[in-house]
């Protein structure tokens, strides 16, 4: 009896306890990223991302939150996180390609507080010496829970 009640016990967990489980709400949690860009000797061009995000994820953006640029499935820039104001925190990209770069980029975006991921679609091309948003008026892509 006292085995079998162990077992019991034993398997019961609160789900959500595990990075990339569902944490109970429809949104999985994930372990910070680790993102590494690619080699940047082959990528000799770059532009320039200033991001924020919807008003939505705003309210809970803070130090320790990270973004990156992908083309496919490779990382070409990491995001610096600059709290300018309250009310409009932003990242900084400086995103690698080549010469005759053919792809679109898009954006993952991890909150560290909630652990959650978030990513756009491929919503730009990359062009060389090009800016996606600025200081004044950064760009706020539509970012989807993954």
Known sequence: ?????????????????????????????????????????????????????????KQTVSTGDEMAAFIGDECRGIGVYVERDSATPVFYVLIKG??????????????????YMYSTDEIIHFKIDDNYGTVDDPAIPMFEPM
């Open 1 to 57: 009896m006292a085995i079998t009640l162990y077992g019991i016990l034993s398997s019961c967990s609160k789900s959500g306890d595990k990075p990339g489980e569902n944490n109970g709400n429809t949104q999985k949690q994930y372990p910070a990223p680790n993102w590494q860009t690619t080699d940047a000797s082959t990528l000799a061009y770059s532009m320039t991302a200033v991001i924020s995000v919807s008003d939505s994820l």
């Open 98 to 115: 080549a010469a005759d770069e053919s792809g679109y980029l898009s954006f993952k975006y991890y909150n560290k507080q909630s652990r």
